[in-house]
T-cell receptor
């Protein structure tokens, strides 16, 4: 069955540095991949979508790459701020007409 | 405010009971998705409705059922509740039946079964 691994459950980084989160998947060839941010006790918030034919996508301080050969997506936050502290989820689609989520990486940006 | 409204925010109930969770999608969205999030399993897809019709089913237990009404709000019914059903239940909506595009999530219903 399809599997998503977001390596490192938690990542601590100094303010101002670039945070890099990894999403690896197996047994699946997604047409697109999405990244969400989730704060404690809140619902996930959509950040970025990247399609299988796109290598890179940017939005303000966020950058996502998608390597279908490696079956991997990297999510970068440049010039990280304490307000960026949250859990970040990657999701693959379509999976039986829905999104299939990873368990997330908890990012803490230290002032 | 995401535009997706879930009620109630918190629910505490006893084993064996039945509860109903309610979701109103963002204005204009026709699809409603239900997800369960527990500490050890992350977000698990339960079921999707599009414009009143069931479109996809995930790991939804037979004790659970859902429907989407003509006004597009959706209800998730959980019966014969067990301790293991304690979790956050999220509803999300999107304008599409399928295809790429972000989901808009509500703030969830935290269910505690005691």
């Amino acid at each position: 069955s399809q599997k998503i691994e977001q390596n490192s459950e938690a990542l601590n980084i100094q303010e101002g540095k670039t945070a890099t989160l990894t999403c690896n998947y197996t047994n699946y060839s997604p047409a697109y991949l999405q990244w969400y941010r989730q704060d404690p006790g809140r619902g996930p918030v959509f950040l970025l979508l990247i399609r299988e034919n796109e290598k890179e996508k940017r939005k303000e301080r966020l950058k996502v790459t998608f390597d279908t050969t490696l079956k991997q997506s990297l999510f970068h936050i440049t010039a990280s701020q304490p307000a960026d502290s949250a859990t970040y989820l990657c999701a693959l689609g379509p999976g039986a007409n829905n999104l299939f989520f990873g368990t997330g990486t908890r990012l803490t940006v230290i002032p | 405010d995401s535009g997706v409204t879930q009620t109630p925010k918190h629910l505490i109930t006893a084993t064996g009971q039945r509860v109903t969770l309610r979701c109103s999608p963002r204005s204009g969205d026709l699809s409603v998705y239900w997800y369960q999030q527990s500490l050890d399993q992350g977000l698990q897809f339960l079921i999707q409705y599009y414009n009143g019709e069931e479109r996809a089913k995930g790991n939804i237990l037979e004790r659970f059922s859902a429907q989407q009404f003509p006004d597009l709000h959706s209800e998730l019914n959980l019966s014969s509740l067990e301790l293991g059903d304690s979790a956050l239940y999220f509803c999300a909506s999107s304008p599409r039946d399928r295809g790429p595009g972000g989901y808009t999530f509500g703030s969830g219903t935290r269910l505690t079964v005691v």
